[in-house]
C-alpha cells in the first residue's frame, strides 16, 4: 500500500510543468499499479489547448475538478465542469481546451502511459522558472516513443482532419 498527499517529501519528485500552461502531479504510476493505470492531477490556464491528437496505446478519461474543458473526441463536442467525467476511447483524435476560468482534472489512462509521458518529457517543478518552454523536440520523440500520434496545432479539431482539400 502506498500513501501520497502533495504535503509529503515525494511530492516535490511527481510534479511537473509543460510550458507555463500545464502543471501536472503524478498520483499514481505504471510502477505502482503494474501497468494497469495511472492518474495525474492536472491544472491548465485560462484559454489552453492542447494539440489535436490520439493515444493508440492508452485511453484517456477525464474528472474535472473545477473550472471548465471542452473535449472535442470524434465526432464529439462535449463542455465539462466539475465533477463530469468523460472518456476517450483509443484510437480517437481529441483535443481539448480550458475554459475562462482555467481548469483542475483528473486524467487517468489505462494502461498506463500518459504519467510516463509527463515524466519523461516535463519540467520539474523545482526546476522550472515563469519562462521555461516546453521542450517540443523531447516532448514530440517521447510522445511518438510511447504510441500517441500529434494530428495537428493547438486550437485544430478533428472536424478539422475532413475539411475542404483534405
Not at 471542452?70 to 463536442?77: I, R
Not at 466539475?82 to 476517450?88: A, L, P, Q
Not at 522558472?129 to 496545432?153: I, K, N, S, Y
Amino acid at each position: 500500500m502506498s500513501l501520497f498527499t502533495p504535503t509529503t517529501g515525494g511530492a516535490s519528485a511527481r510534479q511537473y510543468v509543460l510550458g507555463k500552461e500545464l502543471q501536472l502531479t503524478i498520483l499514481t504510476s505504471a510502477e505502482e499499479t503494474e501497468g494497469r493505470h495511472d492518474v495525474t492531477d492536472s491544472v491548465m490556464t485560462t484559454g489552453q489547448a492542447t494539440p489535436l491528437h490520439l493515444h493508440t496505446r492508452y485511453e484517456e478519461r477525464l474528472w474535472v475538478v473545477s473550472g471548465s474543458l471542452t473535449v472535442w473526441a470524434g465526432p464529439d463536442t462535449v463542455t465539462l465542469r466539475s465533477g463530469d467525467f468523460f472518456t476517450i476511447p483509443r484510437h480517437v483524435p481529441h483535443a481539448i481546451k480550458s475554459g475562462p476560468d482555467g481548469a483542475r482534472a483528473l486524467n487517468i489512462s489505462s494502461p498506463a502511459g500518459f504519467a510516463e509521458l509527463i515524466a519523461r518529457a516535463g519540467t520539474p517543478l523545482a526546476l522550472a522558472t515563469p519562462e521555461t518552454e516546453l521542450d517540443a523536440e523531447l516532448f514530440m520523440a517521447v510522445t511518438e516513443e510511447l504510441g500517441d500520434v500529434v494530428l495537428g496545432p493547438p486550437g485544430m479539431v478533428p472536424a478539422d482532419l475532413d475539411g475542404p482539400g483534405k
